[in-house]
């Protein structure tokens, strides 16, 4: 049995095994002494690189910064900075003055700003710097002065001004969280924001990353977060809840902007606007070219706004001209409106409700405002609205609507329950005016043109209708003799239409079942009397002031028909030159057969003479009247005609025995009880009454039916044209 004994290790295995083992550990030992060099290294760097840089911060700012850190740490293997507690203070105001009015005066904090994946190679060939990642936790801005004077540098761009020589810096992302900012420059901060988050992915700080068309501002894409705005911006104070904003998304919204006029509500006639504004949101933003100035998006959504506006006294300037220093060009698809609400403090009021718009293809630049065809850039509008109104005459009537309906490329433009009331009594309106003046109520169930030219109205200031259609009116005229003749020229006759300092071109009005109703307190009786037309159709013509239209030869050609108190049929056609200087015009006219009696409500207590008895069978007018008279003949058939005057002073039947003998003798002596009498003929009434500038139109029709009629039953002609012409 052999006895096992160890064996010692050859020679070749001891050359094999030591040389491998010493080399280990060689390495383990370089490793340590490294790592303990790149740590002291370390530790001997990141306090030196703290103050190199607060250093750096005071040198170049020349003292008007102040650094602090609270701690800097290095990172070799990730290739990182880490900074904690960043404080950067400004120095004392006066290094700000002179020289330093190119600075802002501000205060930063941040909590940590943190970069990773830094290229130091880059870095010392002064080639494009690699980050990969830079985070900004929580940086709190507060600016106490803006610069008052320009930096020679501001204008170069940031590619141009990188430190070290570089040739660019690009970021893979830069990371904002929780930013707070504010603007102030006393007590109360005139910008604040209460949360800020923004993430930029692909940052190329580089002259090639300037020329890339598909970059923002060096970006491939910002994503934005702001909650809590709040600013003062010329006299307004504008709260805006939060904002968020995607470049990617091509989208930007608004949620819950407020904008209110302060207490000083700034320089006197300055404008003035109250707004509320739940959401806006703006889709299909084209941001690679905003940094070409040009501005390119989708849709512009306003969702409920609420708008009060006062204009200031002088006009601004257009809208792309207020434009013009930041955009060549701004183009939407669409702009859209809904629910809104709209206010505008002037003295006609003006108030709308429940607006629904939306306008299609806007242009707003230069080319956009010169183009004819276009409505305020777009190339078409379309809206809805619900109650609206404003004052006329102010504030002496109330017109108001109930619902609007408009479309620019039809032409059409519609109103429902339309509705012209006084905000005074007869009475008031007179003494207020301190003359007559009508009462007139007009209610319209609807009222719609059709081929109106918006581009002409909105661009060239012309009235350009192909016909208007009113249904249904019904009117109200309330006067009160009680009260002096207006001194001025009435504006109401054809002519004034020619006096218009905007072109009007209508080609057709059309007027349905058409009622008026008139009424009116006279001074000699103290009562008042009334009429009605009634069923009234109509058809005006060729209303414009064009001259190449509106002649002598081509004049407004208007047609009604329709009842006097429901129980006269009547027709009228009337030529109404309205260029002529003289204002030449002429009516025919037909009454159909009807009791005279129907008169009375009207003659009884207006002129305290009444129609006792009489049927009229059948009446021609013709008249034709100027500035200075209307002359023409009345051929009236009637018989049993019987006039009875009545006494201001009298009983229950408002006679006294002078108004007896007066009616007797006049239905004797005066009056023809027939026309034309048996076996005779037909005794034409002559009309001739002067014609008051300072009454309407359509009190010199008035005049010329009375002055007719009277001389048709009997009264001579000087007589006829001074009962005519009395007030």
């Known amino acids: 049995m052999s006895t096992l004994l160890p064996v010692a290790p050859s020679a070749e295995n001891a050359m094999t095994v030591h040389p491998r083992s010493n080399w ?21 760097f990141d306090p030196w690189l703290r103050r190199k840089l607060e250093e750096q911060v005071a040198e170049r700012s020349a003292g008007r910064y102040q650094l602090q850190l609270a701690s800097l740490h290095t990172s070799w293997w990730r290739r990182s900075v880490r900074l904690r507690g960043i404080h950067l203070r400004p120095g004392p105001v006066a290094r700000f003055q002179g020289a330093g009015g190119q600075w802002p005066r501000a205060t930063l904090e941040v909590k940590e700003l943190f970069i990773t994946g830094i290229g130091v190679g880059a870095l010392l060939r002064h080639g494009v710097l690699p980050i990969g990642h830079l985070l900004l936790d929580t940086p709190r801005v507060q600016v106490l002065s803006l610069p008052t004077t320009i930096s020679p540098n501001s204008n170069k761009p940031l590619h141009e001004q990188l430190p070290f020589s570089l040739e660019g810096i690009r970021v893979g992302a830069l990371e904002v969280r929780g930013l707070e900012a504010s603007y102030t420059t006393g007590r109360q901060p005139l910008a604040s924001l209460r949360r800020g988050d923004v993430r930029l992915q692909d940052i190329l700080i580089s002259a090639a990353g300037a020329a890339d068309t598909q970059r923002i501002g060096y970006a491939a ?16 104070q504008l709260a805006l809840a939060a904002v968020q904003f995607s470049s990617q998304a091509h989208r930007l919204t608004l949620d819950s902007l407020g904008v209110v006029p302060t ?43 609420r708008i009060t506006f006062k204009p200031p006294t002088i006009p601004p300037p257009a809208l792309h001209k207020l434009l013009a220093p930041y955009f060549d060009r701004v183009q939407l698809a669409h702009a859209v409106v809904t629910h809104g609400q709209g206010t505008v403090t002037i003295q006609r009021a003006p108030k709308v409700q429940e607006v629904m718009l939306s306008g299609h ?60 009331v006084p905000t005074l009594s007869p009475a008031a309106l007179n003494r207020r005016k301190h003359h007559q003046s009508p009462h007139l109520t007009v209610r319209l169930p609807s009222l719609r043109l059709l081929g109106l030219d918006y581009a002409a ?45 905007f072109r009007v071109n209508v080609r057709q009005l059309r007027v349905t079942d058409c009622t008026m109703h008139f009424t009116y307190l006279s001074p000699q009786s103290g009562r008042v009397g009334s009429m009605s037309l009634n069923r009234m159709q109509g058809t005006i013509t060729n209303i414009t002031n064009d001259p190449r239209r509106m002649t002598n030869a081509h004049p407004v050609v208007a047609r009604v028909s329709g009842w006097i108190q429901n129980q006269c049929h009547v027709q009228a056609t009337f030529w109404l030159p309205l260029l002529d200087p003289q204002g030449r015009h002429r009516v025919e006219g037909t009454f159909g057969a009807a009791p005279i009696t129907m008169l009375n409500s009207i003659t009884q207590p207006c002129r305290l003479v009444g129609f006792k008895s009489g049927q009229v069978k059948h009446v021609f007018v013709q008249m034709r009247a100027d500035r200075r008279h209307i002359e023409g003949i009345m051929r009236a058939q009637y018989a049993d005609l019987q006039l009875t005057f009545l006494a201001k002073d009298g009983g229950a039947d408002h006679k006294n025995l002078l108004s007896k003998v007066k009616s007797k003798l006049v239905n004797v002596v005066v009056i023809r009880d027939e026309n034309p009498r048996r076996r005779g003929t037909l005794k034409p009434g002559y009309i001739q009454s002067r014609r008051d500038l300072r009454l309407s139109v359509f009190s010199l029709w008035r005049q010329g039916l009375v002055s007719g009629m009277l001389n048709s039953i009997g009264v001579p002609q000087n007589m006829a044209q001074k009962f005519s012409e009395a007030e």
């Open 361 to 420: 293809n806007l242009r707003i630049d230069a080319v956009g405002a010169r183009d004819a065809s276009r409505v305020y850039y777009g190339q078409a509008w379309t809206a809805r609205t619900g109650a609206g109104g404003l004052l006329l005459d102010a504030p002496n009537y109330r017109l108001a609507y109930q619902h609007m309906s408009l479309a620019t490329h039809s032409g059409l433009l519609q109103l429902h329950d339309v509705t012209l």
């Open 24 to 44: 280990l550990k060689w390495l383990v030992i370089i490793l340590l002494v490294l790592g303990g060099l790149l740590t002291a290294a370390s530790l001997l």
């Open 457 to 501: 109205l909105a661009n060239r200031k012309m009235l350009l209708v192909r016909q208007v259609e009113a249904r249904h009116p019904r009117v109200k005229v309330a006067g009160d003799g009680r009260f002096a003749l207006n001194p001025e020229n009435s504006v109401a006759t054809p002519d004034a239409i020619g006096k218009l300092p």
């Open 221 to 236: 894409s910002i994503e934005a977060r702001v909650a809590g705005v709040i600013a003062t911006v010329q006299a307004h």
């Open 263 to 305: 207490r000083s509500g700034g320089a006197k006639g300055a404008m003035q606007v109250a707004l509320v504004l739940p959401h806006l949101a703006l889709t299909g933003l084209q941001t690679a070219d905003l940094q070409r100035r040009q501005f390119r998006a989708d849709s512009l959504l306003f969702e409920r706004p």
